[in-house]
């Protein structure tokens, strides 16, 4: 058996005809549309993805240790055995068998939660969907580190909210800077609804919070009465040691926490999950019951059924030890190739590097000479709302086997080479952008525009 087959060529070729690039309601969309655009990342996607060319750009999860044979038998026997209930309606906030191992799962983390204060949503994209749209008015604002997840810089801008960014260094979030941010803002008359963060293994500037930095940043959004919303995809997947204890497992008033499946099982289930205050929980199930009546059911059983049926913290360390390998990789790779002036984040888990070019260098104008040389990365400036971020690029190191990595960042290493010659050679004509540290120098947008 394998997956249907889409239209053949006859049938594409009939529905394209009728296809027209004339947008008839084009003055009819709601002015949220405006700031819609397809990410950077997904415009590349089309030619990322041809075999000649090494992609250090997307983010996509590496699945191919799961043993398929484990997971194809307990949905197997999910089907067979609770199959009516699996494909039935559920409840809005998901269903008790997941939420009871998702708290199993955060205690690994140091989180002691409640089932009870679980919702779960369509992967951890949708929790953050839900908490802006239960927060957020157009017009307020929302803390982000400097750079932050395109993903959630779509949804802050989805529901007009202005993104403020608040500069990083090697350990995450800069607690002066939040100060500073919020105390100006506020004195702005500003709304500041909450503060965004990754503490682990950060997407994309693969960095992490110390343990005191948490506990300094909390201490920060206590005196200034912040919301802090925890996003941690990747904690679990740190390559030394054991697990910085959640920001949420310190402060469970304040703290609201998005945790996904996508990356220590598998992406495709799209099951991921917000921990709440109680009364933030019961806005979110009305959210969410709006949004989706409920999250997908089957899914919820599959998860809860691999869980049960499986060695997850076993395959989790698989995974582990395979990214690890991956990371090594491409920082041999970096060390042996980067011409001088370029400098780079060494993430201790997770899946991506940041890099800082030498001066003068732009990573979006140099984008389509890479892909020239057959090989792809995120610019830095998809991970600012604000335009800045030309001198940065993210490198991913989770998909390609260690060669290929290897041979991503010679070629990338020649590229940047080259461009450097030619700015020596010719000048570059722009200012170059300040990088205090390989996270760079924050400033206000539009100072240090390339
Ligand atoms: C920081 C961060 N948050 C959230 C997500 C969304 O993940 P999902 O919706 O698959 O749980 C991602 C995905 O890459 C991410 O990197």
Redesign the pocket.
């Known amino acids: 058996m394998s997956l249907p087959s889409t239209p053949g060529a006859a049938g594409l070729e009939r529905l394209q005809r009728r296809d027209t690039r004339l947008d008839n309601y084009v003055d009819r969309y709601a002015a949220r549309t405006h700031g819609m655009t397809a990410s950077a990342i997904r415009a590349l996607f089309s030619v990322a993805n041809r075999p000649e060319v090494v992609s250090l750009a997307g983010?996509m999860p590496n699945i191919a240790d799961l043993p398929l044979d484990v997971v194809g038998e307990s949905l197997h026997t999910l089907v067979t055995q609770s199959g009516r209930q699996a494909m039935q309606y559920g409840s809005g906030q998901g269903e008790p068998v997941i939420r009871e191992a998702i708290c199993e799962v955060m205690r690994l983390e140091g989180i002691a939660a409640h089932p009870d204060d679980v919702t779960v949503t369509v992967?951890?994209?949708?929790g953050?969907d839900l908490v802006t749209r239960i927060f957020c008015d157009p017009g307020d604002v929302v803390l982000c580190e400097a750079p932050s997840?395109v993903?959630?810089l779509g949804v802050f801008r989805a529901y007009q909210c202005e993104v403020a960014h608040v500069a990083m260094d090697e350990q995450g979030l800069d607690p002066q800077a939040l100060r500073e941010a919020v105390a100006a803002l506020r004195s702005a008359g500003r709304t500041v609804k909450f503060l965004y963060t990754?503490p682990n293994f950060h997407?994309p500037a693969g960095v992490s919070q110390s343990l005191e930095r948490r506990t300094e940043i909390l201490r920060i959004a206590e005196e200034a009465d912040l919301l802090v919303v925890e996003?941690n995809?990747y904690g679990l997947l740190g390559f030394e040691g054991e697990p910085t204890p959640a920001m949420r497992s310190m402060d469970a008033d304040r703290v609201v926490y998005?945790g996904?499946f996508?990356k220590t099982f598998a992406?495709g289930f799209?099951i991921?999950w917000v921990l709440a205050p109680h009364a933030v929980r019961e806005k979110l199930v009305l959210a969410q019951e709006s949004a989706t009546l409920c999250p997908p059911v089957f899914s919820q059983f599959a998860v809860a059924a691999y869980l049960a049926n499986h060695d997850w913290r076993g395959q989790i360390k698989v995974f582990r030890e395979m990214y690890r390998e991956r990371r090594d990789a491409m920082l041999a790779g970096l060390a042996d190739h980067m011409p001088t002036g370029t400098s780079w984040t060494v993430p201790a888990g997770g899946f991506f590097v940041w890099a800082t070019l030498p001066p003068g260098l732009d990573s979006h104008a140099m984008l389509a000479r890479a892909v020239t040389a057959r090989v792809a990365y995120v610019p830095g400036t998809a991970f600012f709302a604000d335009g800045f971020g030309s001198r940065f690029m993210r490198l991913s190191y989770c998909f390609p086997t260690p060669e290929r990595i290897l041979e991503g960042t010679r070629r990338l290493g020649e590229v940047l080479q080259y461009e450097a010659s030619v700015n020596e050679t010719f000048g570059t004509g722009v200012e170059a952008a300040p990088a205090r540290s390989a996270l760079g120098t924050y400033e206000a947008p539009g100072a240090n525009q390339n």
């Open positions: 983010g992967g951890s994209q949708q953050l997840y993903g959630a990754i997407n996003d995809p998005l996904s996508s992406p799209r991921g």
